[in-house]
Nanobody
Framework: QVQLVESGGGLVQAGGSLRLSCAASGRTFSRATMAWFRQAPGKEREFVAVISWSAGVTRYADSVKGRFTISRDNAKNTVYLQMNSLRPEDTAIYYC?????????????????????WGQGTQVTVSS
């Protein structure tokens, strides 16, 4: 049974920081592409950031570039999202996602359909 469990969400003032964690269990995630998506109230779920299994390649949504950093610790089966300079428009439920196929095309990694496994999400609320 594959499980992804997010943590680290909460309420923060605009300009503040949060660090989200996604702990993976049930399979070896060292060769998995890992990503973060988010869904704001009344909106579609959208891509935030992705990291390749080797951590050599990362991609970010334009809206978070320069403020968010994705990283991973394969020894701990954990991926992180460091969020700085938070804005009210960053308010959303943040989801962790995993694709365990090391041969999957990274070019598709910005799409939700690329991912086999999803966490339950963690709420991030940024007050103005």
């Amino acid at each position: 049974q594959v499980q992804l469990v997010e943590s680290g969400g909460g309420l923060v003032q605009a300009g503040g920081s949060l660090r989200l964690s996604c702990a993976a269990s049930g399979r070896t995630f060292s060769r998995a592409t890992m990503a973060w998506f988010r869904q704001a109230p009344g909106k579609e779920r959208e891509f935030v950031a992705v990291i390749s299994w080797s951590a050599g390649v990362t991609r970010y949504a334009d809206s978070v570039k320069g403020r968010f950093t994705i990283s991973r610790d394969n020894a701990k089966n954990t991926v992180y999202l460091q969020m700085n300079s938070l804005r009210p428009e960053d308010t959303a439920i943040y989801y962790c996602a995993a694709n365990l196929n090391p041969f999957s095309a990274f070019s598709a990694a910005l799409r939700q359909t690329h991912y086999e496994y999803w966490g339950q999400g963690t709420q991030v609320t940024v007050s103005s």
